[in-house]
Nanobody, 119 residues
């Protein structure tokens, strides 16, 4: 079993910054890709950014230049630094990780953390 716990969400004004964290724990052998997704009210969940265990990153177009994903492999933790936030960034942000256990490699999700950007 793998647990992902997010933290760092909150309310911020337009142009402000937030840093999200997500720590993985449980019984797993390794974690390959980690990432952040978000879901705004009435919309589908969308990918925001991903990072491999080697540090290669990928961003959705709306996040490029404003968000930075990073990870600490020793702590099994992924971060999302969000700058220049806009009201359209308001959403529940979910952490995801591809973890290898004894029996399989599966995707795991956190419970989500709310980010609200006021105009």
């Amino acid at each position: 079993q793998v647990q992902l716990v997010e933290s760092g969400g909150g309310l911020v004004q337009t142009g402000g910054s937030l840093r999200l964290s997500c720590a993985a724990s449980g019984r797993f052998l390794s974690i390959s890709a980690m990432g952040w997704h978000r879901q705004a009210p009435g919309k589908q969940r969308e990918l925001v950014a991903t990072i491999t265990s080697g540090g290669s990153t990928n961003y959705t177009d709306s996040a490029k230049g404003r968000f930075t994903i990073s990870r600490d492999n020793a702590k099994n933790t992924v971060y999302l630094q969000m700058n220049s936030l806009k009201p359209e960034d308001t959403a529940v942000y979910y952490c995801a990780a591809a973890a290898r256990t004894t029996f399989s490699t599966s995707d795991y999700w956190g419970q989500g953390t709310q980010v609200t950007v006021s105009s």
